[in-house]
């Protein structure tokens, strides 16, 4: 079988998997004693594990299955949780996530992990460092079977159980193999091949897979439905060569809910005056019966939870929704000029048709971005692990607070944000929060809080990050920028204490004492800087010198339909984002100073540039100098304001952003184009380059 065909799907699943194998240890490292969560991330291991193991990626399934066995020792409770236990298990996470991401470049998912798998070894045996390994005692003479019992998925609990209902006998077997044995795996094949002829294997462990290759000890057991009595079956396997022994208990539906449950299995073990009866060499066939009325029944297992609903969800290829946002952009444009034709013609049967299709496109141009709407939650999960981590390396305690995961980004903006904000976090808590000594001598609790959240707010997403560490102040923070000549001592007494906090952000800055792993390498918050404003955001800090300090991210909801202010220039149009635009407005030609021969004009009590716009593109039909009154736009970028000449304003309208394609070179001051309802092009501005 080819497996090329699903490589992308094991990739995304196994990166699934891998994500809430995180989540839920980080969940189980607050809660060591909740065996609900181990259930959870053992059955993920094991799903990870089966699917590696299918697509033929060894390393990866042999990694997952250590980790398997360490997880099955902590859910049977002969282990508990400890912080050795759970770096061991965060290094082997990391491990898996390195191997995934070779295969998904192209590789073998290979890795030496010999010293994660000589730990798991060493806590599976319970000789690791840490001291040994608490074990819950199991009398194995009187129950080693049931003590052993093989975990059932509810698929395969309903067929052991319906067997039982419909009068098959079911049986639990254990089969020792003996310790001189050269071809155990073979004497298992035959073991299963005598089985099959006359019933069927339900579950193994370990798995068939496991068995025909060797990788077990002596022993496998496993769920058996058939016809046949026990002792015919005790005969057939004892006359394979070098079996040892081998151990039968037919169940009944009442012992098979116990032996889903290994718990109420040992519960029942303590309180049951004698010990289950076995089948075996010596021992008659169990004839299991039902309880005798007015005796304590022991402690049942919770009834196997219904089937889980299917998913309602498909995974989508991000190129198939662009090909989607394109061809509606096309509707859009016909949308338009449907509207323009109908109101010239004056024909109200086309003029009740068009508003119908306005109507209806409305819809689906909601819909359709909201198919490319993913939430900030998709970034976000990867970020209390990492924090984790940093706190641990730095001997701080942090304590990460999300809110907002759940607020939606454009699936462009999410795959490009990670990577600043994992810069301003890792800066937040190197930088920001205190180590314990200094939170402590502040009057603040040891644990230090990082607070990570986003919301909508207009046309917008605000991401913040807010720590309650020392803040920033502004006088070491000016003496490190005269230092590095960022800025002269004159300009840093004139600035106020936003612009002193926006010198974070020049090129090389870095307040750090000492060079860490963390930052302070001299790669500065300029490429947070420089990565958000190509997204067409902004970054502002606030800060309160010994409170703490708030980096606050300003990001467009969409990149792919955005509002614009549409404005003409001689017979030229051009759109201008109105998430940049400040205000428009009317100057006189009298009120456009040349100072140091610059043009400016007075905006609010303060001097702003003063741009025209034919002048920078050349437009042939116009020259704004031989207007006695101009319209101008303000836009932003930052905290710096300029003013934008254009001839006439058109109107608002919803835009849909269209690349400039290979054909032409990055025009400065241009960000992409749109096609308008009267079919003309107009050029979107980039209010970003026109600020300097």
Known sequence: MDMNQYLSMFIDESNDHLQSLNEN?????????????????????HTLKGMAATMGFEDLASLTHKMENVLDMVRNEKLKMQDYIFDTMFKSLDALETMVQDITGGGEGKADVSSIVASLQAIESGEWTGGSAPVAKVDKQTNSSISNAVEL????????????????????????????????????????????????????????????QEKFERSFSLYYITTKEAQELEKGIMSISEIESVKLIQLDQETLQQMTNQAAAAVAVEAAPAPAPEVGKDTPVLDSKPQEEGKAAPAKAATPKQAAAPSRTIRVDIERLDVLMNLFSELLIDRSRLEQLASETGNNDLSDTVAHLS?????????????????????????????RDLAKTLDKKIDLVITGAETELDRTVIDEIGDPLVHLLRNAVDHGVESISERVAAGKPEM?????????????????????????????????????????????????????????????????????????????????????????????????????????????LTLSIIAAMLVRLGSEKYAVPLSSIVETAIVQREQVRNIHGNKMITFRESLIPYLSLSE?????????????????????????LAAVAVEEFIGQSEIVLKSMGTYLPAIEGISGATILGDGQVALILDPNAFIK
Do not use: W
């Not at 986003?454 to 920028?481: M, P, W």
């Not at 920078?616 to 710096?640: H, L, Q, S």
């Open 359 to 387: 109507r209806v496109s409305t819809d689906l141009q909601n819909i359709v971005l909201k198919l490319r709407m993913v939430p900030v939650d998709t970034v976000f999960n990867r970020f209390p692990r990492m924090i």
């Open 153 to 212: 998925d509810e698929f395969q609990y309903s067929v052991l159980d319906q067997s039982i209902a419909e009068g098959h006998r079911v049986f639990y077997v254990d089969v020792l193999v003996s310790e001189h044995s050269q071809l155990k795996g073979v004497r298992a094949y035959m073991v299963f091949d005598m089985l099959e002829r006359s019933g069927e294997v339900v579950k193994a462990y370990p798995s068939v897979q496991d068995i025909e």
């Open 448 to 556: 230090g809080t990082v607070n990570l959240r986003a919301f909508h707010s207009g046309n917008h997403v605000f991401i913040e990050i807010e720590d309650d560490g020392k803040g920033i102040y502004r006088d070491k923070l000016l003496q490190t920028a005269i230092k590095r000549g960022v800025v002269t001592e004159e300009q840093g007494a004139k600035m106020s204490d936003d612009e002193v906090n926006q010198l974070l952000f020049a090129p090389g800055f870095s307040t750090a004492d000492k060079i860490s792993d963390i930052s302070g390498r001299g790669v500065g918050l300029d490429v947070v800087k420089s990565k958000i404003t190509s997204l067409g955001g902004n970054v502002t800090i606030t800060s309160t010198p010994g409170k703490g300090t708030n980096f606050s991210v300003q990001l467009p």
């Open 616 to 640: 920078v593109f050349g437009v042939p039909d116009f020259n704004d100098a031989d207007e006695k009154e101009t319209e101008i736009v303000v836009i932003r970028k930052g905290e710096r």
């Open 25 to 45: 240890m980080l969940q189980l490292e607050a809660n060591p004693e909740d065996l609900g969560i181990v259930q959870v991330i053992f059955r993920s291991a």
